[in-house]
T-cell receptor, first 116, second 115 residues
Framework: ETGVTQTPRHLVMGMTNKKSLKCEQH?????MYWYKQSAKKPLELMFV???????ENNSVPSRFSPECPNSSHLFLHLHTLQPEDSALYLC???????????????FGPGTRLTVL | AQKVTQAQTEISVVEKEDVTLDCVYE???????LFWYKQPPSGELVFLIR??????QNEISGRYSWNFQKSTSSFNFTITASQVVDSAVYFC????????????FGSGTKLNVKP
């Protein structure tokens, strides 16, 4: 595998289900991100992890719970979601350095989530 | 505050036409970075270019070129001799303010290239 991979690619779940999205990066990066992309809305940053530590939580509801066990893997645990949470969830990774500005973010193909 | 505006929601051109996608940004920072990404129907955002605020040189990469003008806070993207494979949604993004992890994306421009 190369780049950033995400599984599953498609997910349909009921509002009472619990599911998890998985992201894996094969680029040796030290930062990982979750974004939400809804129809006709800009990409919304949800969470940022630097060196496995969460450094950004963009006021995301607690029904979304991220987990970063190591610098290569990122999960998004989902429970009691709402239909309005249906969206494309994108994972990204970057190599952050102390100086020189932001690392370029490289994205996975996304998980298309539908909440019934 | 950081903001990116892509006023063109959707553009349709015929193959071989040139097309320019506009990007206007707002920031109070003197150090910032601008990006363009392409999102084909498969969903994955593909990185195209990164530019820092101190480098106003225009860039050309094959059929792609970028025009960065700080005076108008714009970072426009031109595709020359468009092809059907260029059909995608294109996003402009801004990073600055010391929190470089946080990218501010525009709403995207959907480009339709017809044969």
């Amino acid at each position: 595998e190369t780049g950033v991979t995400q599984t599953p690619r498609h997910l349909v779940m009921g509002m009472t289900n619990k599911k998890s999205l998985k992201c894996e990066q094969h680029l040796g990066h030290n930062a990982m991100y979750w974004y939400k992309q809804s129809a006709k809305k800009p990409l919304e940053l949800m969470f940022v992890y630097n060196f496995k530590e969460q450094t950004e939580n963009n006021s995301v509801p607690s029904r979304f719970s991220p987990e970063c066990p190591n610098s290569s893997h990122l999960f998004l645990h989902l429970h009691t979601l709402q239909p309005e949470d249906s969206a494309l969830y994108l994972c990204a990774s970057s190599q952050e350095v102390l100086a020189g500005g932001p690392g370029t973010q490289f994205f996975g193909p996304g998980t298309r989530l539908t909440v019934l | 505050a950081q903001k990116v505006t892509q006023a063109q929601t959707e553009i349709s051109v015929v193959e071989k036409e040139d097309v320019t996608l506009d990007c206007v940004y707002e920031t109070r920072d003197t150090t910032y970075y601008l990006f363009w990404y392409k999102q084909p129907p498969s969903g994955e955002l593909v990185f195209l270019i990164r530019r820092n605020s101190f480098d106003e040189q225009n860039e050309i990469s094959g059929r792609y070129s970028w025009n960065f003008q700080k005076s108008t806070s714009s970072f426009n993207f031109t595709i020359t001799a468009s092809q059907v494979v260029d059909s995608a949604v294109y996003f402009c993004a801004l990073s600055g303010g010391g929190n470089f992890n946080k990218f501010y994306f525009g709403s995207g421009t959907k480009l339709n290239v017809k044969p």
